[in-house]
């Protein structure tokens, strides 16, 4: 099976050896965010797609996975191309591991950055793109806290770019210790808008420039 998928790679970056920009959805699924913020959430991630595929090199540079939080934290899907990325659609439940989860994208950025130097495929630093309602919750502490200094020797070494996205409910004094930069606030349930920033950001990236500012002063 590893050697099969080693085949699948190498097949795969021949056919494509352009710059990778790798991306991942680091997603709040718990219980609070039930009925229409996740409903909110799987539309947002619909547009974000849309958006990506319409874009030739972006579509060929960008890759995505994600990792969902709340009755335990989930690999939905490990790293794929715009094209092969199919929006899931996400349920609710349980309680907010944020700190196992950030723990877990910055694993998943390792390994796919190992993939890449494998085979000689060049990179734009990675970019972990966090949503949460609340705050870390049903995890022991010390995961928080090796969760913190993991993200902040990360973007101190700019090994990675992180950002917190707000929705109301979320505990901001907590997102601020966790992110470098301030947590990017979100009005009502636009994750729509948010996902089309976010796309645009990731095309500016892909056509190396720089990622677009967030809106409004850092609100949706």
Known sequence: ????????????????????CPCVLLLDTSHSMRDEPIGALNMGLVAFKSNLIKDPLA??????ATVSFGRSVEVVHDFVSVADYTPPVLTTGGLT????????????????????????????????FMITDGKPKGEDRSAVVEAIKRLHEDEDAKRVIFFAVAVKGANL?????????????LEGLNFVDLF?????????????????????????
């Open 1 to 20: 099976m590893a050697q099969q998928m080693r085949v699948e790679e190498s097949v795969q970056f021949a056919e494509n050896p352009e710059p990778r």
């Open 59 to 64: 579509a060929r540079r960008v890759e995505v």
């Open 97 to 128: 591991p944020m700190g196992t989860g950030i723990l877990k994208a910055l694993d998943l950025i390792e390994a796919r950055k190992a993939v890449y130097k494998t085979h000689g495929i060049v990179y734009y630093r990675p970019w972990i």
């Open 173 to 185: 004094d907590i997102l601020r210790q966790i992110s470098v930069r301030p947590p990017v606030m």
């Open 196 to 220: 089309i920033w976010l796309s645009r950001s990731t095309q500016q990236i892909a056509h190396s420039q720089v990622p677009l500012p967030p809106p409004g002063g850092g609100q949706f």
